[in-house]
C-alpha cells in the first residue's frame, strides 16, 4: 500500500527520572514534562473539561443527512446525501456547499435560504443519517476489523475498542497508524502497554487514518525500532520521501 523508501522523520527515545519523594526516586519515562502530583486518585473532570474532549463532526462527501423543516410536511424527513464535491441539493432553496461544516451549520445555512422569502421563522434540523466521509479503518490483530466512523473525540484505545478489541495474537507494542498529511505518507509506531500504564498519552485518531495492530507489515516498517524496550515515546516515519 505505501512505498518503503522511507526517510527518519522524528525520532524520539526518551526517559523522564522525577523524584517521588526527599529519599527516593522512580523512574516514571514518556513526554518532557511528566510530573508526580500529589493524591491518590484522578482529579473529576469539570464541564469544560468533557466539552473540550468533544470533536465536532463535519460533513464530508456522500455522508447522507436527515433534513426536518419545521411545520412543513414536504420539507420533512428528508434523506439528502452530499454529492462528491460537498454539496446537497434540496426543494425550494437549490444547491448548498456543505462539506465541511457542522450538522447545526447546515441547518443555519438552510435557514438563511429561507429566511423572509419562503418561511418566515424556519426551524431546521439537520441530523447523521449515514457517516461516511469521517471513518478509520483498523485491521491486523482485532477482533473485528474494518472501517469505523468517528464521531467526537477519537483515541487510538478507543479505536481498537471499536473494533472490539484484542486477539490472542495482538502485539500490543506493535500499534502502528499510517497517515497522509499534505500529500505525506506518515506510519507512527506506538507500545500501547506504555499507554495504558500512562507513560505517554493516547493520541488522537482522525478519519482516513489507518490502523494496524501487529502484523507482518508493521514489523517490517519498524524493524528497526521494534527491539528497543520499553518505548517510552512514539516512533515517527516519513514514508515515500521523494513523492510529490
Known sequence: MLSYHRALFPLILSALLLSACASSSV?????????VVEGEALPEPTIADLSANER????????????????????????????????ITFPLI??????GKTPGEVGELMADRFRG????????????????SQTVTISGEVKKAGVYPIVGRMTLLTAIASAEGWTEFSKKG??????????????ALYDVRAIEKGQYSDPDI??????????SNSRRIFRDFLAAT???????????????
Open 27 to 35: 523512574n516514571i519515562g514518556g513526554a518532557p514534562g511528566l510530573q
Open 56 to 87: 465536532p463532526y463535519r460533513v464530508g462527501p456522500f455522508d447522507v443527512l436527515n433534513i426536518d423543516v419545521f411545520g412543513s410536511e414536504e420539507l420533512s424527513k428528508k434523506e439528502v446525501q452530499v454529492d462528491a464535491s460537498g454539496r
Open 94 to 99: 437549490g444547491t448548498l456547499e456543505v462539506a
Open 117 to 132: 422569502r419562503l418561511i418566515r421563522d424556519p426551524q431546521i434540523t439537520v441530523n447523521l443519517k449515514e457517516i461516511v
Open 174 to 187: 506493535e500499534v502502528v497508524v499510517l497517515r497522509t498529511v499534505g500529500g505525506k505518507d506518515y506510519a
Open 206 to 215: 482522525h478519519a482516513r487514518d489507518i490502523v494496524v495492530v501487529g502484523n
Open 230 to 244: 520499553p518505548l517510552l515515546a512514539p516512533v515517527v516515519l516519513l514514508l515515500d520521501s521523494n513523492r510529490n
